[in-house]
T-cell receptor, first 114, second 117 residues
């Protein structure tokens, strides 16, 4: 069964460093998303992406964040200069569009900023 | 106002019993969808069930069913014949706007379910 994959599963970085989180969405899906979950809290939307551009972003998704689909399969989230409060689980998700509405999540990348 | 409210931070149920996890929502959009996800201790988010605002019948997927009461704006998840493997955090989420449009999900705070022998 097709699934969303994410790498790495865990990333530790120092404050101020850049990180890139990688995702491979389900191959025939059209919409891609990033969410985050701070430990013990609810899942929060960051950004959605369709047709090679951002469709919507939350207030969390400030200038430090960017997304890219560099090729036909990968979808990346870059945090330019990490802060302690960026420590969280980051989930990538994808959905098919055209009435197929379920968003399938990847296993997540746990980002720890020290 | 919260868009998704889950009022039960924790629930216990005995194995083989049914359990209902509550979810109420708030939207003025006539077109929306409601989702339930399971998050085991390993952390992944597993899609369980979906209900569209225009669906006439309650959604069912195996042991999961969604008790959709539109007038009350509730979308409770019912798990029948609970199993030990059902122990997890359960999140209710809502999409506002038409299906298939790539709209974001808004999540509730979750309910931690523990299934006991």
């Amino acid at each position: 069964e097709p699934e969303v994959t994410q790498t790495p599963s865990h990333q530790v970085t120092q404050m101020g460093q850049e990180v890139i989180l990688r995702c491979v969405p389900i191959s025939n899906h059209l919409y891609f998303y990033w969410y985050r979950q701070i430990l013990g809290q609810k899942v929060e939307f960051l950004v959605s992406f369709y047709n090679n551009e951002i469709s919507e972003k939350s207030e969390i998704f400030d200038d430090q964040f960017s997304v890219e689909r560099p090729d036909g399969s990968n979808f990346t989230l870059k945090i330019r200069s990490t802060k302690l409060e960026d420590s969280a689980m980051y989930f990538c998700a994808s959905s098919g569009g055209g009435g197929a509405d379920e968003q399938y999540f990847g296993p997540g990348t746990r980002l720890t900023v020290t | 106002a919260q868009k998704i409210t889950q009022t039960q931070p924790g629930m216990f149920v005995q194995e083989k019993e049914a359990v209902t996890l509550d979810c109420t929502y708030d939207t003025s959009d006539p077109s929306y969808g409601l989702f339930w996800y399971k998050q085991p201790s390993s952390g992944e988010m597993i899609f369980l069930i979906y209900q569209g605002s225009y669906d006439q019948q309650n959604a069912t997927e195996g042991r999961y069913s969604l008790n959709f009461q539109k007038a009350r704006k509730s979308a409770n998840l019912v798990i029948s014949a609970s199993q030990l493997g059902d122990s997890a955090m359960y999140f209710c989420a809502m999409r506002e706007g038409p299906a298939g449009g790539g709209n974001k999900l808004t999540f509730g705070t979750g309910t931690q379910l523990k299934v006991e022998l």
